[in-house]
């Protein structure tokens, strides 16, 4: 028999199966065989590509992130173009909210150094603050992402139901909470920004706070 004239899987698509065989049936419930039946092909055949399931949830967590937006030339500014990222990269891993704990295995920073290299150069802050930022958004972003993922995968809500005579200051706070799920994203998101802002104002930037 003839050997075919291009491989039958590749790391990408095999990464891209296991990422669907995630999303129907559940990280814990990932194996070898079962992305193999999805490519059509024998469990062995994985190991071309992949020394181990750990090697193939790590090139499954990295294609997440490079489904995640990439710069876009806007007129916006800095704070709102980071923002629009971040929104995006936080509905990126809710469309796999069962995927989404593999951000938390294999680090973002660790897959794709060099993305945190060009957020460095794009910031208009001074450099003693810079790394100050980049932590900030991306536990943020990746947290806030991350506690919802595990909501949906759960089938529960965020928020659970507050007894307004138990707790009535929280009650208050969520009634009177004009925002959603996402809009309440990007305000904390705006508000961070606005106080750093602030910080960068006051020219006291690499002096610990008493």
């Known amino acids: 028999m003839a050997r075919?004239?291009?491989?039958?899987?590749?790391?990408?698509?095999?990464?891209?199966?296991?990422?669907?065989?995630?999303?129907e049936h559940g990280l814990e419930e990932l194996s070898l065989a079962l992305v193999a039946k999805k490519l059509?092909?024998?469990p062995p055949s994985l190991y071309h590509?992949?020394?181990?399931?750990s090697e193939l949830l790590q090139e499954v967590a990295r294609i997440m992130l490079l489904k995640m937006p990439a710069a876009s030339a806007t007129d916006r500014s800095f704070e709102e173009e980071i923002i629009a990222r971040c929104v995006a990269t936080r509905q990126t891993l809710l469309q796999h909210p069962?995927?989404?704990p593999l951000i938390l295995r294999y680090f973002p920073r660790h897959l794709l150094l060099a993305a945190y290299d060009r957020a460095a150069f794009e910031e208009p802050y001074p450099t003693p603050i810079q790394m100050t930022v980049i932590d900030a958004i991306e536990k943020?972003?990746?947290?806030?992402?991350?506690?919802e993922a595990s909501a949906r995968?759960?089938?529960?809500?965020?928020?659970?139901?507050?007894?307004?005579?138990?707790?009535?200051s929280l009650a208050k706070a969520i009634a009177d909470n004009?925002?959603?799920?996402?809009?309440?994203?990007?305000?904390?998101?705006?508000?961070?920004?606005?106080?750093?802002?602030?910080r960068v104002a006051t020219d006291t930037i690499g002096c610990p706070l008493n």
Do not use: C
Request: proline residues 9%; glycine residues 6%; without cysteine.
């Open 4 to 23: 075919p004239s291009k491989p039958l899987i590749s790391r990408k698509n095999a990464a891209e199966a296991a990422l669907e065989v995630i999303d």
């Open 49 to 53: 590509h992949f020394k181990d399931k």
């Open 98 to 100: 069962n995927a989404a």
């Open 140 to 147: 943020y972003t990746y947290g806030a992402a991350l506690f």
């Open 178 to 198: 004009p925002f959603n799920d996402e809009q309440l994203f990007v305000e904390s998101l705006r508000l961070f920004l606005i106080g750093v802002r602030e």
């Open 40 to 42: 059509g092909v024998r």
């Open 153 to 168: 995968s759960r089938g529960i809500p965020p928020m659970p139901r507050v007894d307004d005579g138990k707790y009535p």
